[in-house]
């Protein structure tokens, strides 16, 4: 009988726990929508943006930074047409190629008219050529098949892309072809959206609604 007690006890409080959070997170999503402009920073892992609204799955809140616990499998708490920018860097190759869509797709939808995605990820025709080079600086002490391997797989990369199909995608997501534009590392047509790369070498685009 005790331990029943105790057990019951231990679920009420686990219940009112994430009521708590959820509460919580209701909160904060009222709150983010309040700001002029609204800036999504999309699978932002430890790398907090200043003014941007940082999300992602396990991300630590702190008082420093506009931070958002959630799991980007679902779609973005967000109203359609409410969002003025969104930025994910080396975040769309981690996703299959159906996620990476729909993810997309989201991001249109809740971007305002003129809003606008800035995204970069590795170019698989970059691999590519360095694989039929069989470059010994890529290979990192591995034989080519191998290191291919690693860049697909290794570093849990579900679907890699090349310039071509980064367009295809945005396309399909619901972008105009006349408003995606490929850019440079760290190069933008908007001043909120320069200067917020880590890294180098890799696609860069930005698509506007």
Not at 26 to 38: D, E, G, M, S, V
Not at 80 to 85: G, P, Q, R
């Amino acid at each position: 009988m005790i331990k029943l007690i105790k057990r019951i006890k231990r679920r009420h409080k686990e219940k009112k726990l994430r009521k708590q959070e959820q509460k919580n997170f209701l909160n904060k999503i009222q709150a983010y929508k309040k700001f002029t402009p609204l800036k999504l920073h999309l699978g932002c892992g430890s790398r907090l943006l200043e003014g941007w609204v940082n999300i992602d799955q396990y991300v630590n809140d702190t008082d420093n930074f506009l931070t958002l616990n959630y799991n980007l499998a679902n779609k973005l708490p967000f109203d359609d047409n409410s969002v003025d920018f969104v930025f994910h860097e080396h975040l769309l190759e981690h996703l299959s190629g159906e996620e990476g869509l729909n993810l997309l797709k989201d991001a249109y939808r809740v971007l305002k008219p003129g809003g606008c995605m800035r995204l970069n990820c590795p170019d698989l025709d970059i691999e590519i050529d360095l694989y039929i080079k069989n470059d010994e600086a890529w290979k990192k002490n591995l034989n080519r098949c191998q290191r291919l391997n690693y860049s697909f797989l290794g570093m849990g990369h579900k679907y890699m892309y090349n310039r071509e199909d980064v367009q295809r995608v945005l396309i399909e997501a619901g972008f105009a072809k006349q408003n995606i534009h490929e850019l440079e590392f760290n190069i933008s047509r908007c001043v909120e959206l320069k200067n917020l790369e880590t890294r180098p070498n890799s696609l860069y685009f930005e698509a506007v609604k």
